[in-house]
């Protein structure tokens, strides 16, 4: 299976602090992608990062990207309840592959 | 616009209806996508249309036909379904599928049971 490898699979944490969570796939990859999906509803694109990037920034968002290890992470700065939702990483082959996701819980 | 819609919200069935999913953008993206979606696990990619041809199907049973009549448009007819095909039914779209996937958009989503 081309499918990713999310941990923590369940991630909690207080408000204000800062959450990662780790992405490791098996293919080369053209991009990665990182999703964010609230409870039951659809999957909202959050960052992109393509092959030849290491690092890339978007708010409070900082994702790296080591092709060499096959692996991304993704940092969410000064957490906040809004942010409690599953993230998913996704890579690209013939198809756009989901990882097995992080559920994080972020409480006040 | 940025928006992809579905309905119905829900769905319940019983294993000898006949029932349609239906998806709509209007972004001028010309690959659609669907997907089902099981508790706590990821989308599982069933169906992609790129310029209104089926270029990709997962091996998914019959019951589920796929259906993409106009650019904008996407369906999913479902018949005799078990279940197990109890999920969230997810579409997407976004730019054409080459080699290189970008960004996908997606709506809400279909939660359908199955009795």
């Known amino acids: 299976s081309q499918q990713g490898e999310e941990d923590p699979q369940a991630l909690s944490i207080q408000e204000g602090e800062n959450a990662t969570m780790n992405c490791s796939y098996k293919?080369?990859?053209?991009?990665l992608q990182w999703y964010r999906q609230n409870s039951g509803r659809g999957l909202v694109h959050l960052i992109l990062?393509?092959?030849?990037?290491r690092e890339k920034h978007s708010g409070r968002l900082r994702v790296t990207l080591d092709t060499s290890k096959k692996s991304s992470s993704l940092l969410i700065t000064a957490s906040r309840a809004a942010d409690t939702a599953s993230y998913f990483c996704?890579?690209?082959?013939?198809?756009?592959?989901f990882g097995t996701g992080t559920r994080l819980q972020v409480t006040l | 616009d940025t928006e992809v819609t579905q309905t119905p919200k829900h769905l319940v069935m019983g294993m000898t209806n006949k029932k349609s999913l239906k998806c709509e953008q209007h972004?001028?993206?010309?690959?659609m996508y669907w997907y089902k979606q099981k508790a706590k696990k990821p989308p599982e990619l069933m169906f992609v249309?790129?310029?209104?041809?089926?270029?990709i199907n997962e091996s998914v049973p019959s019951r589920f036909s796929p259906e993409c009549p106009n650019s904008s448009l996407l369906n999913l007819h479902l018949h005799a379904l078990q279940p197990e095909d109890s999920a969230l039914y997810l579409c997407?779209?976004?730019?054409?599928?080459?080699?290189?996937?970008?960004?996908?958009?997606f709506g809400p989503g279909t939660r359908l049971l199955v009795l």
């Open positions: 997407a779209s976004s730019q054409p599928a080459g080699q290189i996937k970008e960004t996908q958009y």
């Open positions: 293919t080369s990859i053209n991009n």
């Open positions: 990062i393509r092959s030849n990037e």
């Open positions: 996704a890579t690209d082959a013939y198809k756009l592959t």
């Open positions: 972004m001028g993206h010309r690959a």
């Open positions: 249309y790129s310029y209104e041809k089926l270029s």
